[in-house]
Structure formats: C-alpha cells, structure tokens
C-alpha cells in the first residue's frame, strides 16, 4: 500500500513548455446548504463563535428564508428556518448537517469557539496526515470539523 502525502506530487513539469508549476490546493467552492429550528439564533453563533460572516438575511420577524453566510478564507454556507416537510425541497433538516472547514488558526478559532460555549465534540489535535484539528457540537445539533488540512494539490 503507497500511502500519498500533501507535499508529494506538488509540481508537475510540462513537457512540451519544460515549465515547472506548483500544484495548490483547489479554491473553496462547494456552498452547503440546510435548516435550522432557530435560524437566526443559529447565524449568531455562527457569526459570533466561529467567525462566519453574514452576507445576506431574507425573511420577517423569526423566520429566514434564506440567509448566506460567508466563511473569510472562502466558501461559505447556506440556511433558512426549518419548514414543513412538504416545503424543504431535500435540504437537509435541523441537526442533521456535518461539515469539514478549514482554517489556519485552530488554536484561535477552538478558543473563541469554546469562550461561545461550543460543544467540544472533539479537542484539539495533531492529525497523522499533518492537519491540527478539532470538531464543534453547534446549538442545532449540527457537526462542524476544523482544521489545517486544505485538500489535497491538484
């Protein structure tokens, strides 16, 4: 079994130019999208412990049709309050979303994740394929996973 590493492969040589490029990884560009019971409460924590920020907020009083939070280093996510099951359209529900983000500060984002009352579903730590991760519990029951590991250079 040839186990790959981040750093192996990561420049490739044309060979009709003879130019070395350096592979990176790829941009964020997958924007998840669910529902939340509480919808706006949910947006606070987001924006308030994790550092999300908020873009755009539709909808009246409690409920949000749609709401776009964008994470800084890019991507982002989608939300809006939970409806009927005959509305939701195959979003997935309250508490049923899992996500891996990453971040070049866990140390930083675990402490203000935590200082917001954050449930700790996994501490920090040092992963055999050279991330520093750690994994959050939000309000909603939602899984979030942080950590240094970019993806894979392409």
């Not at 997958?30 to 987001?46: E, S």
């Not at 999300?52 to 800084?72: I, N, S, T």
């Not at 394929?129 to 392409?154: C, K, Q, V």
């Amino acid at each position: 079994m040839t186990q790959n590493t981040a750093t192996e492969n990561s420049a490739t040589e044309n060979s009709a130019t003879g130019n070395t490029a350096t592979k990176q990884p790829p941009a964020p560009n997958v924007w998840p999208a669910f529902r939340a019971n509480d919808a706006r409460g949910l947006i606070k924590f987001l924006v308030e412990a994790l550092g999300f920020e908020e873009v755009v907020v539709y909808g009246e009083a409690d409920r949000v049709d749609h709401a776009e939070l964008a994470w800084p280093p890019g991507g982002g996510v989608m939300l809006g309050s939970a409806r009927d099951e005959a509305e939701q359209s195959g979003v997935t529900g309250p508490g049923h979303f899992s996500a891996y983000v990453v971040t070049s500060d866990p140390d930083g984002l675990y402490a203000r994740a935590v200082a917001h009352g954050a449930k700790v579903a996994s501490e920090l730590h040092d992963t055999d394929y050279g991330s520093r991760d750690f994994a959050i519990e939000d309000p909603e029951g939602n899984h979030w996973s942080f950590g240094t590991y970019p993806g894979h250079p392409r």
